[in-house]
């Protein structure tokens, strides 16, 4: 069964510096695709980036960018330039390809961002 | 519409009572999952529909708990005998599944039961 685990339950940063969020997963299985979400405290669950397995190169949206080591099966999320608003839960999720396949969360790791 | 819609997006109930939660999907998506999330905690994993295949329901805590998805739209997911431990923000959300397989989340019903 493929597992998700985030290290990091909580992690502090200070406004402007880069902070990195740890994720790895477990699978023997060659085509999936990993997420990292946002929860901030008003609950709305937002997409911040998706990597799709099959890509080597990293996925960059914005000040959000991933480090995706497929051989030692990690995932980080790597803000740049930190804002208070990125003060939020934020979780890694996993998906194996093709349709029946469900979305599998790890714990979190709640983010606070310092003025 | 334009989001995932879920509704209500508060209800307070008594203890031994039944609830109901509405799931209103992204037309055209044909996954819907539902998630249960309590406080400051991770997201627990439910229930999965996916098209017309069988639900994957190997989350559902008990047999109190049950979901259905009419016509592959709506949802709604059902406790009977509400127990305090029920408690919790209860999360929708739906996908394309295939090659677009993000899934997008409404913004949740708190349920706390008294």
């Known amino acids: 069964a493929q597992t998700v685990t985030q290290s990091q339950p909580e992690m502090s940063v200070q406004e402007a510096e880069t902070v990195t969020l740890s994720c790895t997963y477990d699978t023997s299985e060659s085509n999936y695709y990993l997420f990292w979400y946002k929860q901030p405290p008003s609950r709305q669950m937002i997409l911040v980036i998706r990597q799709e397995a099959y890509k080597q190169q990293n996925a960059t949206e914005n000040r959000f960018s991933v480090n995706f080591q497929k051989a030692a099966k990690s995932f980080s999320l790597k803000i740049s330039d930190s804002q208070l608003g990125d003060t939020a839960m934020y979780f890694c999720a996993f998906k194996l390809g093709g349709a029946t396949n469900k979305l599998i969360f790890g714990t979190g790791t709640l983010l606070a961002v310092q003025p | 519409g334009a989001g995932v819609s879920q509704s209500p997006s508060n209800k307070v109930t008594e203890k031994g009572k039944d609830v109901e939660l509405r799931c209103d999907p992204i037309s055209g998506h044909t996954a819907l999952y539902w998630y249960r999330q309590s406080l400051g905690q991770g997201l627990e994993f439910l229930i999965y529909f996916q098209g017309n295949s069988a639900p994957d329901k190997s989350g559902l805590p008990s047999d109190r708990f049950s979901a259905e998805r009419t016509g592959g739209s709506v949802s709604t997911l059902t406790i009977q005998r509400t127990q305090q431990e029920d408690s919790a923000v209860y999360l929708c959300?739906?996908?394309?599944?295939?090659?677009?397989?993000?899934?997008?989340f409404g913004q949740g019903t708190r349920l706390t039961v008294v």
């Open positions: 959300a739906s996908s394309l599944a295939g090659r677009v397989p993000e899934a997008f």
